[in-house]
């Protein structure tokens, strides 16, 4: 059974969840992209942690569970 | 003052005037706009590439047209060039990108087919930053045309992404350019050199046929030498386009006889001079001084909410997503910027979970704002926090000083709202500065009014950069 992560709020009416870490976000990053060579690792690395801050930031903002994303879905006619 | 000078001074409502007294004609005016463009705007590297056949044989239509008595409206016989990410026909779309520098695209995009409507000439494709900045550029030199070049002091960049529209109206070389905005790319370059930007509501001008950057975020719009001319420019290019399902149905008319010239509601942007350079902070407070004429003035806050997180994980994920074969394919690995070919992988790492709650965040930031900017006819603040940046200066150094005005600028975007840059007196080194009047959706009559009450008031807009 997994741990609650750090930072998450269970409470349907204000969410808050837990936001990756840097390192977490590298990782993926060098998953999809193997191999980088350590300078471009490093000349990610600062917009990895600029993205992680932003991430978390988002992630600590409550939510209901029905708050929809912004744009909403428009079934499709073509007449 | 000589006869060609004072056509480069001229507004579009200026040079229709002209034009329909008899005392110049399309085809002269495009001539000199095709002379100024590949010397002077060359010089700024503002242009792609000059469209001279098609662009005199429009010009020798729209003349024969006013002769026949069969009028188009404002923009009839007035010359105009568009970003290089606007699709022509016959003419290469290079997106400001060396490996896109071949592309042709089969049909003209809807914006350019409204301005054949409204009789403007198309004369040129002008430079922009590679992909529109999406790739995370950090210094002026991020185009394969090299780093667009402010009139006002070629060893200042113009702004980007819509570099080439506007050096080349502040340059004076053409009435009005169509540029783009994802987050910043109209009001900045219109600041840096010294044009009015109008940043319309999202979803008011249809983007068929322009590259996406970010799809939830893109809008076109005019940079032009006055804030009544991006109005008539609006004007003919704001419409429903079944071709671009975000385009709004709500219609569009500029009526600047209709429009209020004072008794404006305003708000100020509190501490919106922070860490600005001195004059800008001078040039702003005079600003101020001259709206109290026409408008009362409320100092405010913004809503405190997560502007820049939220659009800076919008941005990147869906630049992510449109350019997606393009990075992983190495197309990045032949861009100018030597950032460009890196920074993109790093958009890989956003979930669809972070960027769906950037989006729910997004929802509120809509409503909040809405509720906001309803109490003003507008928020006003310096566009930037001072002028534009050496070219050979990373923005690390010239550009990121904390600041109100980023914000706003993230919340204005986001909201989708419509903002107008105008020029607003000089600083360092003989460049402009500039105020943003930014308004509540679909109230684009109501930042134009603003501006134009202001630009009847000061003379900035009437400066002419000594090219």
Same mark, same amino acid.
């Not at chain 2, 429009?259 to 004072?262: C, I, M, N, P, W």
């Given at each position: 059974m997994p741990q609650p992560r750090p930072?998450?709020? &269970?409470? &349907?009416?204000?969410q808050r969840a837990a936001a990756p870490s840097a390192d977490m976000l590298a990782a993926h990053v060098q998953q999809v992209y193997a191999p980088l060579a350590d300078n471009e690792l490093a000349a990610l690395r600062p917009l990895l942690d600029d993205l992680a801050g932003a991430l978390a930031t988002l992630a600590a903002f409550p939510l209901d569970n029905a708050d929809e994303p912004m744009p909403f879905f428009i079934p499709y006619r073509a007449d | 003052m000589a006869a060609d000078e004072m056509l480069d001074r001229a507004s579009v409502r200026e040079l229709g005037r002209l034009l329909r007294a008899g005392e110049t004609t399309s085809v002269a005016l495009t001539r000199r706009a095709l002379d100024r463009l590949d010397t002077i705007g060359r010089r700024l590297n503002a242009v792609v590439t000059l469209l001279p056949e098609r662009a005199l044989a429009a010009a020798q239509r729209a003349d024969e047209e006013l002769r026949a008595g069969v009028d188009r409206g404002p923009l009839h016989g007035i010359p105009y060039g568009v970003k290089d990410l606007i699709a022509v026909a016959g003419a290469p779309t290079t997106w400001g990108a060396g490996p896109l520098r071949e592309q042709r695209l089969a049909e003209d995009a809807t914006v350019v087919k409204r301005l054949d409507a409204a009789g403007a000439v198309l004369v040129a494709k002008l430079a922009m930053v590679e992909l529109a900045g999406g790739m995370g550029y950090e210094q002026p030199n991020a185009s394969f045309t090299g780093p667009g070049l402010s009139p006002w002091n070629p060893d200042a960049w113009s702004g980007g992404s819509s570099s080439g529209s506007g050096s080349a109206v502040g340059a004076r070389a053409v009435p009005f350019a169509i540029g783009s905005e994802t987050f910043g790319s109209i009001v900045t370059p219109s600041a840096c050199c010294g044009v009015s930007g109008l940043r319309p509501t999202y979803g008011r001008v249809s983007r068929h046929g322009a590259m996406a950057l970010c799809w939830t975020l893109d809008k076109l719009g005019p940079m032009c030498r006055t804030a009544d001319d991006c109005g008539l420019v609006l004007d003919a290019i704001a419409s429903h386009d079944p071709r671009d399902p975000?385009?709004?149905?709500r219609p569009y008319h500029y009526i600047p006889e209709e429009?209020?010239?004072?008794g404006f509601r305003l708000a100020a942007l509190r501490g919106a001079t922070e860490n600005a350079q001195p004059e800008a902070v001078a040039n702003y407070a005079a600003a101020l001084d001259t709206l109290r004429a026409v408008a009362t003035i409320e100092e405010v806050e913004l809503p405190d909410l997560p502007y820049g997180a939220a659009i800076a994980v919008i941005l990147r994920a869906e630049a992510a997503s449109a350019f997606d074969g393009f990075i992983d394919g190495g197309g990045i690995a032949g861009l100018t910027a030597p950032e460009d070919r890196l920074r993109p992988l790093s958009n890989i790492a956003i979930s669809a979970r972070d960027y769906l709650r950037a989006q729910r965040i997004r929802t509120r930031i809509c409503r909040d704002l809405d509720a906001f900017f309803a109490r003003y006819d507008a928020l006003v603040a310096p566009t930037l926090p001072g002028v534009a940046p050496p070219i050979d200066l990373p923005f690390g150094q010239a550009l990121r000083r904390p600041n109100p005005a980023f914000a706003l600028g993230a919340a204005g975007n986001l909201a989708g709202l419509p903002a107008i840059s105008v020029p607003n007196g000089f600083g360092e080194r003989g460049l402009p500065t500039a105020i943003q009047f930014v308004g509540r959706a679909y109230d684009e009559n109501r930042v134009l009014a603003v501006a134009n009450a202001y630009q009847r008031l000061t003379d900035w807009h009437t400066r002419v950069p000594p090219l």
């Open positions: 930072g998450a709020d &269970p409470n &349907p009416q204000a | 975000t385009s709004t149905t429009q209020r010239q004072e």
